[in-house]
């Protein structure tokens, strides 16, 4: 098992709980953080798939970018761009002052980050990293 691999795995996982977490607070939820775990922890996903298969990417925080460097191995990802796409801008946008992220913009980043992470699941289990 790769180490390097797992330690993306473990932070993206770490990132999904937060995003679930911030979305369902009762009190005092964080949209614009719900939103932007949800990028991270797809990023960090994509960026395991790309370790497992020695693809260099650099500081790379684009998804739609490096979902562009996962096609050559995991082609069935672009069917899936327009979730990258709509997960991207809560990396930056959102945490600044002059946006905010709506409970319904956070519902749909963390429905988003629910519909690619069995996929992610999928791709690294294949590789026995569990």
């Not at 684009?62 to 997960?87: G, Q, R, S, T, W």
């Not at 980043?109 to 569990?130: C, G």
Request: charged letters at 30%.
């Amino acid at each position: 098992m790769n180490e390097l691999i797992k330690e993306w795995i473990e932070k993206a996982e770490g990132d999904y709980h937060s995003a679930l977490r911030e979305f369902r607070a009762r009190k005092f939820p964080n949209y614009d953080s719900a939103g932007f775990h949800a990028q991270q922890s797809v990023e960090k996903y994509l960026k395991a798939i790309l370790q497992k298969e020695n693809i260099r990417f650099g500081k790379v925080h684009d998804l739609l970018a490096l979902m562009e460097l996962c096609l050559p191995v995991v082609p069935e990802l672009e069917i899936h761009k327009e979730l990258f796409a709509y997960l991207n801008p809560f990396a930056v946008a959102f945490r600044y002052p002059g946006e905010s992220a709506t409970r319904e913009e956070a519902r749909q980043a963390v429905k988003a980050l629910q519909k690619l992470i069995p996929i992610f699941r999928d791709i690294l289990d294949s590789a026995d990293l569990k």
